[in-house]
């Protein structure tokens, strides 16, 4: 079983910044992509930011040039750096990883439990 545990939420104002981190725990071989998502209340949770095992980085149109997604494949970790950050990006941020836990497993998909960022204006 692999657990996912997300901190570094929270209340800021409009224009600040707050840096999320993810650590992943458990039986786990490697880690294919590393992402989050967020949900704000009464919409669908959508994709933030991605990164492959190889690197790759994939961010949503509305955050690209003020979030920064890095792993840390040592620690099994991924943080989510978020500048100049506006009132539509609050909302429950998802980690979600792909971990395959052993060498002849397939990967699966976890989630973290959320961590909450509210944006005061």
């Known amino acids: 079983q692999v657990q996912l545990v997300e901190s570094g939420g929270g209340l800021v104002q409009a224009g600040g910044s707050l840096r999320l981190s993810c650590a992943a725990s458990?039986?786990?071989?490697?880690?294919?992509?590393m992402g989050w998502h967020r949900q704000a209340p009464g919409k669908q949770r959508e994709l933030v930011a991605r990164?492959?095992?190889?690197?790759?980085?994939k961010y949503a149109d509305s955050v690209k040039g003020r979030f920064t997604i890095s792993r840390h494949n040592a620690e099994n970790t991924v943080s989510l750096k978020m500048n100049s950050l506006k009132s539509e990006d609050a909302g429950v941020y998802y980690c979600?990883?792909?971990?395959?836990?052993?060498?002849?497993?397939?990967?699966?998909?976890?989630w973290g439990q959320g961590t909450q960022v509210t944006v005061s204006s």
């Open positions: 979600n990883d792909q971990v395959v836990g052993g060498f002849w497993s397939a990967a699966r998909n976890y």
């Open positions: 990164v492959t095992a190889g690197g790759d980085i």
């Open positions: 458990g039986s786990i071989f490697n880690i294919r992509d």
